[in-house]
């Protein structure tokens, strides 16, 4: 453990009820400040789990997203402020953070991810916590993070619906493997609440301090699926594929 | 035999409700059963079998276990089949 950061006294006394978690204790909390988070989009999913992150003291938040505040992003969008309509949504998200942990390093990258910077933004990062709305982007970024051997964190959302999985490069199931192509048909909007896109995101950093503080189990080769207007969990067993064209 | 099917997300929202018992005669695969669907629910047609075939980006379970597209795997009385269509994040 001598390779990880100590903790001073101010951070000791802020993080002091998480360490009491056990398993994670002043180790995993010097584990969290050591880390690296790739969060693509901090939008209704990526913003809380950011946010998440920043409150559970993880060290550097590597932020991707393009665009400025719509009235559209804000039932959801808990980073972004009606005062920011029309301005950059990546500087308003690494402002509300900074305003909750002054301590977490934030870098705001104000692209999203495409096929020219996602080796350098999955390159800058321990683990990545996926939240894009195209699955053209997820799959770069799933092929990237195989070819990098870094995790990733899989959060999706939809109407009253969840769905969150963790992946272990070459290890366990990863997105190509169950969709080896974008699917035809995708509608980027979609009916969702913003307490919907909340519960998902708190998972998905749930998922991520687990990862990082190795405790308890993640979704490893597990699709986790909420039906939050029944109030149904259920976790299905999925597989790699030994033919899949990025990691089989 | 029945067969009692639960849909999530967008196939929820087509069919208009969480689950559906589909009767099925002889020994039905889950292709036949999604073909069903289809013809019960004109729109899953496109999300569920485009080309006419099982779509690759959709989940399909059995219990709670993955079955692959093209396996044409047996259905048994009284399983439970899980559609889960693939979602993600969202933004205008």
Redesign the interface.
């Known amino acids: 453990m001598s390779e990880l950061p100590e903790l001073t006294s101010e951070e000791r006394a802020t993080y002091e009820w998480q360490m009491w978690v056990p398993g994670l204790g002043e180790d995993g909390q010097r584990k969290l400040k050591a880390a690296s988070v790739l969060v693509t989009?901090v939008?209704?999913?990526?913003g809380q789990v950011a946010y998440q992150l920043a409150a559970a003291g993880v060290g550097r938040l590597i932020l991707a997203h393009a665009?400025a505040i719509?009235p559209?992003?804000l039932n959801r969008q808990l980073l972004m402020t009606h005062e920011g309509l029309g301005q950059s949504r990546i500087e308003s998200a690494a402002k509300r953070l900074k305003e909750l942990n002054p301590r977490v390093e934030v870098v705001a990258v104000p692209e999203n991810v495409t096929s020219e910077n996602v080796a350098r933004l999955v390159g800058l990062a321990d683990l990545v916590v996926d939240?894009?709305?195209?699955?053209t982007e997820?799959l770069l970024l799933n092929e990237q993070a195989v070819r990098q051997n870094k995790p990733i964190v899989e959060?999706?959302?939809?109407?009253l619906?969840v769905?969150v999985t963790t992946i272990i490069p070459c290890r366990t199931a990863c997105l190509a493997c169950?969709?080896?192509?974008?699917?035809?048909?995708?509608n980027?909007?979609?009916?969702?609440i913003g307490a919907v896109?909340g519960v998902a995101g708190c998972l998905g950093a749930i998922e991520a301090i687990k990862l990082i503080c190795g405790i308890g189990e993640p979704l490893l080769d597990r699709?986790l699926?909420i039906?939050l207007?029944?109030m149904?969990m259920?976790?299905?067993?999925?597989?790699r594929?030994p033919h899949c064209h990025v990691c089989g | 035999m029945n067969i009692t099917v639960e849909y999530?997300?967008?196939a929820?929202?087509i069919a208009a409700s969480?689950t559906e018992t589909v009767s099925l005669d002889g020994l039905p695969t889950l292709d036949d059963l999604v073909q069903e669907l289809a013809h019960r629910h004109p729109h899953l047609a496109?999300?569920l079998l485009?080309g006419g075939q099982l779509?690759?980006?959709?989940?399909f379970?059995i219990g709670?276990?993955?079955v692959?597209p093209g396996e044409n795997v047996a259905l048994n009385d009284g399983d439970h089949v899980?559609i889960?269509?693939?979602?993600?994040?969202?933004?205008?």
């Open positions: 989009r939008g209704g999913l990526g665009g719509k559209s992003d939240c894009v709305p195209l699955f997820r959060c999706a959302m939809y109407e619906s769905q169950r969709m080896p192509e974008p699917p035809p048909e995708w980027r909007e979609f009916p969702v896109s699709l699926t039906d207007r029944e149904r259920q976790t299905i067993h999925i597989e594929n | 999530f997300a967008q929820r929202m969480a496109s999300l485009p779509s690759h980006s959709v989940l379970a709670e276990r993955q692959w899980l889960v269509p693939p979602i993600s994040g969202g933004e205008r």
